[in-house]
């Protein structure tokens, strides 16, 4: 069953309204919650008149700091909250309210009546902006905020051909089609919460954080989940107010956000100012690279967008310098978002590279060839598995890159376009993390396996449910896969690129304990045709367990379990695996873009023509859930280069497009035709199953090949996205 193109097999329960979200959990005496957030960026609450809440029918409870619970704000290993604990505001639209009423309709009201007066303050609400404070962070992402390799300014000063450009990448925020909510429920001190999380133990650990509760009082539940990219990982406000006011109203109560609150205190993409110092000899090999990183952040929490580690492996340079640097200032703190760190940092790399290849007079694509890093030089390691040479040659010839012409501005459409082609490249590490798993089978010959990860639309309920069947030798149909809750097996976050590549082996390993398990039965049953055999003489396909000699002699599960008197039998299996990078071998997964775009020259406008893109990542579970995140992950980085861009008032400090009415993403018109190419890649060294992540490579690179693809269309570099028609005027 592995690498079939499986249909989804929770497609039915999502199109037929089956799946439950968590907002739509049928708890009985249910009550609503609606958040007030805040209409400046920085300041005090000056008073607050909840008079007009509590006069409405149906009002419950109207939570402000003056009468919230206490609780604690600050959950170590996650983001620092605002949760009404004091009077403060720190950035737009941060909660300052939640108003609990029996209907919606009733909370909304509420909500819209609650008065709340500010002694606002002046934000800075730039990098530049008086006020604003540049920092060294500890950590990148996990990441050695600085490095050094050789010996850089002396290569770079001494360089026959040297560039010194900063390109830019704006404030991004996330949309998921569920927005985020939460349904919370005491039962004594013991909480249950229904959340859209991307990881229900890593949100079990903050929240009991926040209440001074043993984890084991902590229920977290995320069955079906509406995309997450990100901002569903960490905990966000919302999922504590809405236990919060269950506590305080003594009724389950739910809280969804609207669309402008999610461009609040729900993280989002760092804007980032990256210096890029390119040194190369006359035919464009690489002698220095320079990436400087300056991170857009907040006051009072950390988090940096690591986007010069992508520079730091993917080419073969002797001589290198990386740096981070944060920059604080009156906004909400980033998060995560699809692709963290490489999404921005192959903006400004590949763009960085597209200009060596004009300025060396070598085809982008020959450059990059001529510094392949055939080893990661950060690292000092082997690559575990590296196809990107293959990514390379099938991508180009399915797009036809030899028929590209050097000269910019050399070719158009018969309506008078013109035509730019632009490639980039892709990489994103193969992150593992331990899980476990447990298969059962029982005496009907059906099974069911669990482990505790989070389907967060990616498809993981139906490549689990094949890794199952094929390591219990049972049919996909009778084999049934249930995750996100954290009552079952621990299993990390779907994020970064790992859930897949990491509890696919877990559920590997249980399903074959199981099996064997059943087989020993057999084995010691004089009733069984296998009585005295060896384990290692059988084979086990369809249900049943038979002689490899001989697959006409053996039986099925069922039987064995029912001559046995046992209902069921279960398997546990637990997939360790170290985050430390101490490991022998450097694990990436790599791709390759190509693009071609089309630009109108009296208009300045960009429309992608089409777009192949091939990727090398190991084994792959479901071919068509795969293609689907590639193509998803393409889809993002075009929409990076042509569309986002939260948009902040530098008078007031709040963002002036948060409604997917002004903030722009693509519809179906902006994307044409994304042929996406599944290279053949076998990794024996990067788990056992040879899987990695491919929720996020797809993202990176991406945006660069559309920039590179307009630069070659028009001949003007545009450094600074998204790539708008007034950037393109003087086309």
Aim: aromatic share 6%; with cysteine; charged share 20%.
């Amino acid at each position: 069953m592995i690498g079939a193109p499986l249909e989804r097999v929770d497609g039915r329960a999502k199109v037929t309204g089956e799946a439950r979200y968590a907002y739509e959990e049928p708890l009985a005496d249910v009550a609503y919650g609606v958040i007030v957030t805040s209409t400046i960026a920085v300041g005090r609450i000056a008073s607050i008149d909840t008079m007009g809440a509590h006069a409405l029918r149906g009002v419950l409870a109207v939570l402000t700091h003056m009468n919230a619970p206490q609780v604690r704000e600050d959950p170590p290993g996650d983001r620092k909250l605002r949760l009404l604990q004091d009077d403060r505001v720190l950035y737009d639209r941060q909660p300052v309210a939640l108003v609990v009423a029996e209907t919606f309709e009733a909370a909304t009201d509420g909500a819209n009546r609650v008065r709340v007066t500010y002694a606002a303050d002046p934000p800075a609400t730039t990098m530049a902006s008086p006020g604003a404070l540049e920092y060294k962070p500890a950590t990148a992402n996990r990441n050695p905020p600085d490095t050094t390799r050789g010996a850089f300014d002396g290569a770079f000063a001494g360089a026959p051909i040297q560039l010194d450009h900063t390109y830019v990448t704006p404030t991004e925020f996330h949309n998921a089609m569920e927005p985020h909510a939460t349904l919370a429920t005491w039962e004594g001190n013991r909480l249950t919460i229904y959340d859209g999380a991307q990881g229900v133990f890593a949100r079990r650990k903050t929240i009991a954080s926040v209440f001074g509760l043993p984890e084991s009082d902590v229920r977290v539940i995320a069955k079906f989940v509406g995309g997450g990219f990100g901002s569903k990982g960490a905990t966000n406000a919302h999922t504590a107010l809405a236990a919060m006011g269950s506590r305080v109203v003594g009724r389950p109560v739910k809280v969804v956000l609207t669309r402008p609150q999610m461009f609040g205190g729900c993280g989002f993409r760092a804007r980032t100012e990256q210096r890029i110092r390119i040194g190369a000899d006359r035919s464009g090999r690489l002698l220095a690279l320079g990436h400087d990183v300056r991170s857009q952040g907040s006051r009072f929490d950390d988090f940096i967008e690591n986007a010069a580690v992508i520079s730091r492996m993917l080419y073969a340079v002797p001589n290198q310098t990386t740096s981070h640097r944060g920059v604080r200032y009156d906004v909400a703190t980033p998060t995560y978002m699809r692709a963290p760190g490489e999404s921005s940092g192959s903006f400004a790399l590949e763009s960085a590279m597209d200009e060596l290849a004009y300025a060396s007079g070598v085809d982008p694509l020959e450059l990059r060839l001529r510094n392949y890093a055939e080893t990661d030089l950060d690292a000092g390691k082997p690559f575990s598995a590296k196809s990107l040479r293959q990514c390379y040659a099938q991508g180009a010839e399915r797009f036809g890159w030899s028929r590209r012409t050097p000269q910019v501005r050399a070719a158009r459409t018969p309506e008078g376009l013109l035509i730019g082609y632009g490639m980039a490249t892709s990489t994103y590490p193969a992150n593992r993390s331990t899980a476990a798993a447990t298969a059962t089978v029982h005496a009907d010959g059906s099974a069911y396996v669990v482990s505790g990860g989070c389907d967060i639309g990616t498809g993981a309920y139906t490549v689990f449910t094949q890794i199952a069947a094929e390591a219990l030798g049972i049919d996909v149909a009778n084999v049934r896969f249930d995750l996100g809750d954290t009552l079952m097996p621990e299993a990390p976050d779907a994020g970064g690129s790992q859930l897949t590549a990491s509890v696919s082996n877990a559920v590997h390993l249980a399903g074959i304990a199981v099996r064997d398990k059943i087989a020993r039965v057999a084995l010691a049953d004089v009733a069984s045709p296998m009585h005295g055999r060896r384990l290692d003489e059988l084979v086990f396909a369809n249900g049943r367990v038979s002689l490899r000699s001989n697959p006409g002699v053996g039986e099925t599960y069922a039987a064995i379990l029912q001559r046995a008197g046992l209902p069921m039998m279960s398997g546990h299996g637990e997939s360790v695996a170290d985050r430390s990078k101490k490991g022998p071998y450097s694990t990436h997964s790599f791709g390759a873009h190509f693009a071609e775009v089309h630009v109108d020259p009296d208009f300045g406008t960009v429309r992608l023509a089409r777009m192949v893109s091939a990727f090398a990542a190991g084994r792959i579970v479901n071919a068509r859930t795969a293609r689907s995140q590639y193509m998803g992950g393409v889809i993002w980085g075009v929409s990076m280069a042509l569309h986002e861009e939260g948009r902040i008032d530098e008078r007031t400090g709040r963002y002036m497009n948060a409604s997917l009415e002004n903030y722009l993403v693509p519809v179906n018109a902006d994307i044409p035709e994304i042929d996406i190419i599944l290279v053949d890649e076998r990794d024996a060294h990067v788990n056992p199953l040879g899987i990695k992540g491919i929720g996020e490579i797809g993202n990176v690179g991406s945006a660069a090949a559309v920039a590179n693809a307009v630069y070659h269309a028009t001949g003007i570099r545009v450094r600074e996205l998204p790539i708008t028609p007034e950037k393109l005027l003087e086309v």
